[in-house]
């Protein structure tokens, strides 16, 4: 049976948005890997939902990407994709 650790989601919070500041110009992490380095690898989908309500523009939410595809960036898929393309992460 795998054991589930509670945590706070204010704590969680902030190690996501400090793991998603640390992804450096031109590079990009996937929801999963963000969640792992902030302590919870199940948590790929909080990750996703903290990025959704992101409006710090000092937090490259963009950067964070889904596994088989960019994933959501504010309904706006299409600045995603700009953005990454000018950074040349893809």
């Not at 929801?31 to 309500?53: D, F, N, S, W």
């Amino acid at each position: 049976m795998m054991k589930i650790r509670a945590f706070s989601i204010k704590d969680f919070k902030k190690n996501v948005v400090a793991v998603v500041r640390k992804i450096p110009r031109g590079k990009t992490l996937t929801y999963g890997e963000v969640a792992k380095r902030a302590g919870h690898p199940l948590a790929a989908r909080a990750v996703g939902a903290i990025m959704r309500v992101n409006k710090d523009r000092g937090v490259p939410c963009h950067r964070v990407v889904a596994k088989n595809g960019l994933g959501g960036y504010n309904g706006l898929k299409g600045e995603k994709l700009r953005l990454l393309k000018r950074e040349k992460a893809i």
